[in-house]
């Protein structure tokens, strides 16, 4: 299998693991909010989180990537299902992509998606899988993915 | 909160979480492989698997349903994703449905997904989410889900 090819960074990003020091500088719920509602975490709460997905790396892979200045602008999750289907094989989901509008056209996206993408590969996962809106179809074409189905919810 | 109504299965019919046992009759992969490939998964690496799910109940609930011969006939799985958005909360996620078209009729499906959908909320979800084909949106809406999406996939 041929492995998954990941577009450089620019000079000075780096992509790393979310860590329990991310809680400082808020940088991470900025981030995150420009995708959805981040809501009220205290630290304490944070910081279990943190050791709940590090206890679980084979599972939950919460990724960052920071600019020049150190600032995370860009997150993204890969979670690793484990299933019987497929031979005993895994699902790699994406979740939570989100980039700071002020740096766009940097293909920060798509670096961070074929990350995760080459993340799920190592960890031996037979596919990929994510949900968007619509209107982000395209961006996920030209990470390489396709339309596979639809995406149903139930919300309590 | 209203608790989520589930309705009832068929008299002599049962739901439970998947175990060791399973491996012996086979009906387990018969029924999952009306859905897709299972592949050859020998004895060890399925017990393996049962222990994996068992030591992470708190992420893994494959469940099924067996007839009143005590046949396994549906499955279905429901995992807990943990996540830092909407205040730490926590999404389920339905995967592998598969019933026994022997079985068409009893509702089983829906049975099986309403059953999942209130183990997500007894495990404290904000929401629960699937992927489907466009055939079975219709199923699912009659199970109370709302399309919200578009499923991407990249495979290996």
């Known amino acids: 299998m041929q492995p998954v090819s990941v577009p450089a960074l620019p000079q000075g990003y780096n ?48 990724m960052v990537i920071t600019n020049a200045e150190n600032v995370i602008i860009a997150t993204g999750m890969l979670f690793v299902e484990h299933k019987l289907i497929h031979g005993g094989g895994k699902v790699g989901h994406i979740e939570d992509i989100s980039v700071n509008p002020s740096e766009q056209g940097k293909k920060l996206g798509l670096i961070m998606i074929r990350n995760l993408i080459q993340i799920a590969q190592t960890e031996g996962c037979y596919k990929v899988i994510l949900d968007c809106d619509e209107k982000n179809v395209r961006f996920y074409e030209k990470c390489g993915m396709k339309i596979e189905g639809v995406e149903m919810g139930y919300r309590f």
Do not use: C, M
Not at 26 to 44: A, C, H, R, W, Y
């Open 15 to 62: 992509l790393r693991r979310v860590g329990k020091e991310d809680f400082q500088d808020k940088n991470l719920f900025k981030t995150l909010s420009i995708l959805t509602t981040v809501g009220d975490i205290p630290e304490p709460k944070f910081h279990a989180l943190i050791e709940y997905w590090n206890d679980r790396k084979e599972i939950y892979n919460p």
